[in-house]
């Protein structure tokens, strides 16, 4: 073990198509600052867990920084889950998901500030197939529109805008859905089924205003139909969906199965066509620096050390 404290920052080179030099040096120069010696790593792509793994084994970083889209994120927070090492994220993707639900701030460098701050919060993670969520997974629509948008070449959110009108002809749905969760069993129709342990899409649209990231359940909503009034309401902080257009159960864990296969994706990344899935919930599994600003407006209490 290396005798002064490290901060690991893991960089995907390739994502967002953009050059990370500004936001290594801002954390280089953070680092020096605060008395850390700072580790990278760049992703390749291939063996990237393994490879992680072995560097927290050999380093025992304090911090692990995040300098990529959902994609990285999601792949260190894998290797973070149910360890007490901090994780701070420096938005460098194309969407963006998860940054846009923490509320993460614009500039680079209120980026690398909250990365290294105090307000630590401890969140859920889920389980859904064998795969770490942290954000959002749905079947239906939505992972429709990510199946298209990442076979398409523009990227951003103009991407997801080109691509929505015609997902939206082409759907397969509505589907039906078997949903099991610890006490019942329900069966709904809808053209989308989420399931939420956070707030947002990476759209900013907020389809699960009542959800929590750290109170041990998450919620499975099922939208019904394409009503336009009810998902310009969502763009607002605390929208009032109606249960003609949103149905949501809570629950620790569920089986949901379907008849005809339904494309499924998690945190933006699409995963094929399924027919079930199962999801369970972590409770506060992964510990996170959020911005302050974000644990006061959802009422969380801080997790710190
Ligand atoms: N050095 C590399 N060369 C090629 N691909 C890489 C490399 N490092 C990581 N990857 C790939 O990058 C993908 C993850 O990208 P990530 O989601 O972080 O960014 P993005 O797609 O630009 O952003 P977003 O998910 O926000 O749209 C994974 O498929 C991973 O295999």
Do not use: W
């Amino acid at each position: 073990m290396k005798s002064k404290s490290y901060i690991l920052l893991i960089v995907n080179p390739i994502a967002g198509d953009s050059e990370k030099d500004h936001i290594i040096e801002g954390v280089d120069y953070e680092a020096a600052q605060r008395g850390y010696s700072l580790k990278i790593f760049e992703t390749t792509g291939g063996d990237d867990v393994s490879q992680i793994q072995d560097i927290l084994k050999e380093y025992h970083p304090e911090r692990v920084l995040v300098a990529g889209g959902d994609g990285t994120i999601s792949l260190v927070a894998q290797c973070l889950r149910n360890s007490n090492i901090v994780m701070g994220i420096i938005p460098a993707g194309s969407a963006n998901g998860m940054a846009v639900n923490f509320e993460i701030p614009e500039t680079v460098e209120e980026q690398i500030e909250v990365a290294f701050s105090d307000c630590l919060l401890k969140v859920d993670t889920l389980i859904i197939n064998d795969k770490i969520c942290l954000h959002i997974a749905d079947l239906g629509m939505n992972a429709e529109l990510v199946k298209n948008y990442e076979s398409s070449n523009i990227r951003g959110k103009l991407g997801y805008f080109l691509q929505s009108i015609p997902t939206i002809i082409n759907s397969g749905g509505p589907y039906d859905f078997s949903i099991q969760t610890e006490n019942e069993t329900f069966e709904k129709s809808g053209i989308l089924l989420a399931i939420a342990n956070a707030n947002k899409f990476g759209t900013g649209a907020n389809i699960n205003p009542k959800g929590k990231i750290n109170d041990g359940i998450f919620e499975i909503l099922i939208f019904k139909n394409l009503d336009f009034i009810e998902i310009l309401k969502t763009l607002q902080d605390n929208p009032e969906m109606s249960s003609e257009f949103v149905d949501i159960i809570s629950t620790k864990k569920a089986i949901i199965s379907t008849k005809k296969k339904v494309s499924f994706q998690i945190d933006g990344e699409f995963l094929g066509e399924v027919s079930e899935i199962t999801a369970a919930v972590k409770p506060k599994s992964l510990l996170m620096a959020v911005p302050q600003e974000y644990c006061e407006m959802h009422n969380y209490t801080k997790d710190n050390q």
